[in-house]
């Protein structure tokens, strides 16, 4: 999937593209930078054409993965998926307890309000959260690319083509139907 190695002072933050999560990413950022670790979304970069070839290069080099699952944005949950997938040391944060599907419940997560007072404790709890995380697995980061079968990458990379394909082909029906309206 990534030749790069995994930095051990990286960490990919997925949400939403939306201006409503800004101020929880600055203010966690800010906190974990303060304390040498460098954190990313993947509109932070753009190295290839393809936005998930950046993304999931993202989740390949980072240490630890937070995925904030608050509004259930299906983007979210299919790279929390892959990080899963990929082994990934995972930190799942949420402003609302409802926003957990049944399936990640058992999965530990951070509850958060979205407020000054409930980002700092949120930056606090993360912080808290990658010093525990990174101490354990440290000594085995360059292994975790490799500890995968084979076929894992071919796997996820099969199934994001799936997507692609089935996605230009509802949007050439839909193109095919608005060219033959009368």
């Not at 990934?88 to 944060?93: F, G, P, R, Y």
């Not at 994001?160 to 839909?174: F, G, K, M, P, V």
Request: proline content about 5%.
């Amino acid at each position: 999937l990534s030749d790069k190695p995994v930095e051990p002072k990286l960490l990919s933050f997925m949400m939403p593209f939306s201006g409503a999560f800004t101020s929880v990413y600055q203010d966690v950022k800010a906190a974990l930078e303060a304390d040498g670790y460098q954190c990313k979304r993947a509109d932070d970069m753009w190295v290839h054409a393809h936005i998930m070839t950046d993304i999931i290069e993202l989740l390949c080099t980072s240490a630890v993965i937070v995925c904030d699952l608050s509004g259930k944005n299906p983007n979210v949950f299919y790279e929390a998926g892959i990080a899963h997938t990929l082994g990934k040391e995972v930190v799942l944060i949420t402003q609302s307890h409802d926003d957990v599907p049944f399936d990640l419940k058992p999965i530990r997560y951070l509850h958060y309000h979205d407020n000054g007072e409930g980002r700092d404790k949120l930056a606090k709890e993360i912080h808290a959260r990658v010093q525990a995380v990174t101490r354990h697995t440290s000594h085995s980061l360059r292994r975790l690319s490799t500890a995968l079968p084979p076929w894992a990458g071919a796997a996820i990379m099969l199934f994001h083509l799936y997507l692609r394909l089935r996605q230009t082909a509802a949007s050439s029906a839909q193109q095919t139907f608005i060219r033959c309206k009368p």
